[in-house]
């Protein structure tokens, strides 16, 4: 078996969540390098998981030996920059959602990628737990019939304290509000199971939060199969859930949980007549596995040891990346949108608020909790 060298770029909030996982993988990785440009941060994270090296930023990182993978804990804005300086290096990128700022970036880094490597996946952890594998499989068999209609709700709520942190609620460095940095996640769920997409129609808003960007977007999205799901994302939410339900045409298929999710969390019901079938082959496939990056990990491993590239590809997220797109276009011209339609030139092709949100620039002051 093979040991990689990983190097930790970025060691804030989810990078914890990333040492955590890996050192649960210990054998198949190990960490021997952490970067960040917070100093007291990266010395903390350090100690904290016995990491050998520190560096200040990625020029010190390969000058002192390149790692085989740099795996991308930084905020939104510097993905491309940083995963594209690794892939110069010949070094595979493992980089956390979103992979980028727009489709203009996501492209520039897929196009330094080289089907032998280097590599970019990206962090999608909960395509990896047992419940979304086992749909997925079962829907490219068509053993629950044919899709009709999904709900994809991300129903989230963050305080305003929570936009304190300089690089989110701002087009420039988060690239978008919960469309693009957390319903996106539900968002890549669906399309791992219910396939391409074909058409958007989208409302986004600034509510209540202290942000440039939106802090609600509901969309009608319609699939190459026909299957028309309803989409929103929300960061206004005080009663909090991620939920996902997929009917067919023999079952329907429900997942409720909140930030990840295992086995009990899903619910299948089989059509009048399909009850036993339908339990029967779900109950089968289960094997255990809750969603998360170590499972997410476990994968990407095992597809670089067959030498193949690992997932979420530049090429699946970009089905993701180009629904997240389509809802801000949509939303900001007032019309429907197809796969497709944004290509290089199109003002949303290069930022996701193409020509400029119709709210007024100006960000709403945070609402301060009273003593
Ligand atoms: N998969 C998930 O469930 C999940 C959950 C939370 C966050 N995220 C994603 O993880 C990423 C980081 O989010 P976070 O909450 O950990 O943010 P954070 O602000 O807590 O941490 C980011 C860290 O990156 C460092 N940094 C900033 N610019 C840098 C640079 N140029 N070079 C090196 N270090 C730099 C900061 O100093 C900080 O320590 C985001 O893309 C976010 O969307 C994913």
Excluded at 44 to 49: A, D, I, N, P, Q
Excluded at 250 to 265: F, I, N, P, Q, R
Aim: contains cysteine; charged residues 20%.
């Amino acid at each position: 078996m093979q040991t990689f060298d990983v190097a930790i770029v970025g060691t804030g909030g989810i990078a914890a969540y990333h040492a955590q996982s890996l050192a649960a993988l210990a054998g198949r990785v190990r960490i021997v390098a952490a970067v960040d440009i917070d100093e007291d941060r990266l010395a903390e994270f350090g100690t904290r998981f016995e990491v050998p090296r520190l560096h200040r930023d990625l020029a010190e990182l390969f000058a002192a030996g390149p790692p085989d993978i740099v795996d991308l804990c930084t905020p939104p804005g510097v993905h491309a920059q940083q995963a594209i300086a690794c892939l110069d290096h010949g070094v595979t990128v493992v980089c956390e959602k979103p992979p980028a700022l727009s489709l203009a970036e996501l492209d520039r880094i897929a196009a330094r990628t080289e089907a032998a490597g280097p590599h970019f996946a990206t962090i999608f952890q909960h395509r990896f737990g047992s419940g979304g594998l086992a749909l997925a499989a079962l829907r490219r068999e068509g053993a629950f019939g044919t899709p009709t209609t999904a709900v994809c709700d991300t129903l989230w709520y963050r305080p305003d304290e929570y936009f304190a942190a300089s690089w989110r609620g701002r087009w420039e460095t988060e690239g978008g509000g919960p469309t693009l940095g957390h319903g996106i996640h539900q968002m890549d769920l669906m399309l791992a199971i219910l396939g391409p997409w074909r058409e958007v129609v989208a409302v986004a808003a600034r509510q209540a939060k202290p942000t440039a960007t939106e802090d609600l977007s509901c969309a009608i999205v319609t699939f190459d199969s026909g299957a028309v799901a309803t989409v929103v994302n929300s960061l206004v939410s005080p009663r909090q859930t991620s939920y996902l339900r997929f009917d067919f045409t023999d079952a329907t298929v429900e997942l409720a949980h909140l930030y990840g999710y295992d086995d009990a969390d899903w619910t299948v019901t089989g059509a009048p007549g399909h009850e036993e079938r339908v339990r029967a082959l779900w109950t089968s496939r289960l094997t255990g596995v809750p969603s998360g990056h170590t499972a997410q990990f476990t994968h990407v491993l095992d597809a670089l040891e067959a030498g193949k590239p690992p997932p979420v590809t530049p090429a699946d997220v970009r089905l993701t990346m180009e629904l997240v797109t389509a809802i801000y276009a949509s939303a900001f011209t007032g019309r429907p949108v197809r796969r497709g339609e944004v290509v290089p030139g199109s003002p949303f092709y290069e930022r996701m608020e193409g020509a400029g949100a119709p709210w007024p620039t100006v960000v709403p002051a945070p609402r301060m909790a009273l003593a």
